[in-house]
């Protein structure tokens, strides 16, 4: 069935680091493909999100970049620091017209060490 | 600015007892959704709302019900809560599909 894919599972880096993180998807109509973060306790909260119009988007420390042809996009964070630790979220709108739907990945949780 | 609020934030239910979880949001968002998070299965829809007057179900809707009587709350009701729905729930809201979530704090489900 249509998924996204989420990797790593777990991730601990230096603080200053950087961090990656991957995700692919099946549908290839898919449009819009946002990141959360989730802190300990906390519901998720959206940190940055890409259309299918641009390769590429920053803010900051953090980018997101996509690529269409390969059905993958990544989630870039530049000078990690503590609070960078929390779990990351890939999701895409998977489906087409009234069967769409956003989909998440299983989350990637990363551990900034000092 | 109270975002998306869900209450209760804890629950412990016994088996077949029923219980209805309340999301309010105060965005105007015309979507409203329901999802449950399980360790290592990230977050799982288990019904969705378009609209006013309007329900759906997601990817888990066995076991669940929703209603959606007013824009801004989002109903999810147990009839006879099972250990398997023992989970952290989550309510979020939006505009439409392909545009950002906004979460609320969720609600921790124990049944025995």
């Known amino acids: 069935g249509e998924n996204v894919e989420q990797h790593p599972s777990t991730l601990s880096v230096q603080e200053g680091d950087s961090a990656v993180i991957k995700c692919t998807y099946s549908?290839?109509?898919?449009?819009?493909f946002p990141w959360y973060k989730q802190e300990l306790g906390k519901g998720p909260q959206l940190i940055i999100d890409?259309?299918?119009?641009?390769g590429e988007k920053k803010d900051q420390r953090i980018a997101v970049t996509l690529n269409k042809t390969a059905k993958h996009f990544s989630l870039h964070i530049t000078e990690t620091q503590p609070e960078d630790s929390a779990v990351y979220f890939c999701?895409?709108?998977?489906?087409?017209?009234?069967?769409?739907?956003?989909?998440f990945g299983t989350g990637t949780r990363l551990q900034v060490t000092l | 600015n109270a975002g998306v609020t869900q209450t209760p934030k804890f629950r412990v239910l016994k088996t077949g007892q029923s219980m209805t979880l309340l999301c309010a949001q105060d965005?105007?968002?015309?979507?409203m959704y329901w999802y449950r998070q399980d360790p290592g299965m990230g977050l799982r829809l288990i019904h969705y709302s378009v609209g006013e007057g309007t329900t759906a179900k997601g990817e888990v809707p066995d076991g669940y019900n929703v209603s959606r009587l007013k824009k801004q709350n989002f109903l999810l009701g147990l009839e006879s809560a099972a250990p398997s729905q023992t989970s952290v729930y989550f309510c979020?809201?939006?505009?439409?599909?392909?545009?950002?979530?906004?979460f609320g704090s969720g609600t921790r489900l124990t049944v025995v």
């Open positions: 999701a895409a709108v998977l489906g087409t017209g009234t069967a769409s739907k956003l989909t």
């Open positions: 890409i259309r299918s119009n641009v």
């Open positions: 965005m105007n968002h015309e979507y």
């Open positions: 549908d290839s109509a898919s449009n819009y």
């Open positions: 979020a809201s939006s505009y439409g599909f392909r545009y950002g979530y906004t």
